[in-house]
C-alpha cells in the first residue's frame, strides 16, 4: 500500500490547516506523526478505517485541537488541526497498517507544517 499525503504549509498561531492522505489499497488504521527538528518521530492521531472510521485516538498534546477522520470508501484520512501553536511545527507523516493486527508498516512522504508568526 502507498501513501501520499498533502496539505502542509505555512500558518500564523492559532490559524488552521488539514491534511489529506490517500491510501492506494486498503488498510486497517490510518493515522499521522510527526517529527519536529532535533527531535523523534511522534504519535499524533489514528483512525480505525475498518470500522468506518469510528474509533480514533488522539495524542494528548493534540486533544481538542486537531480531528482525525476517514473515507473507507475513497482510501483517505484527514487531520484537520485548529488552533495550531509553534510547538506543533513539524513533518506530518501519514501512515497505515495494511493487516489487521501489528505495527504501521506503510509510510508516506512527509509533508511540512510550518507555524510561526
Known amino acids: 500500500v502507498q501513501l501520499q499525503a498533502s496539505g502542509g504549509g505555512s500558518v500564523q498561531p492559532g490559524g488552521t490547516l488539514r491534511l489529506s492522505c490517500t491510501a492506494s489499497g486498503r488498510t486497517y488504521v490510518m493515522g499521522w506523526f510527526r517529527q519536529a527538528p532535533g527531535k523523534e518521530r511522534e504519535f499524533v492521531a489514528a483512525i480505525n478505517m475498518d470500522w468506518g472510521g469510528r474509533i480514533s485516538r488522539y495524542a494528548e498534546s493534540v486533544k481538542g485541537r486537531f480531528t482525525i477522520s476517514g473515507d473507507s470508501a475513497k482510501k483517505m484520512v484527514y487531520l484537520q488541526m485548529n488552533s495550531l501553536k509553534p510547538e506543533d511545527t513539524a513533518v506530518y507523516y501519514c501512515?497505515?497498517?495494511?493487516?489487521?493486527?501489528?505495527?504501521?508498516?506503510?509510510w508516506g512522504q512527509g509533508t511540512l507544517v510550518t507555524v510561526s508568526s
Open positions: 501512515a497505515a497498517r495494511s493487516g489487521p493486527s501489528g505495527s504501521y508498516d506503510c
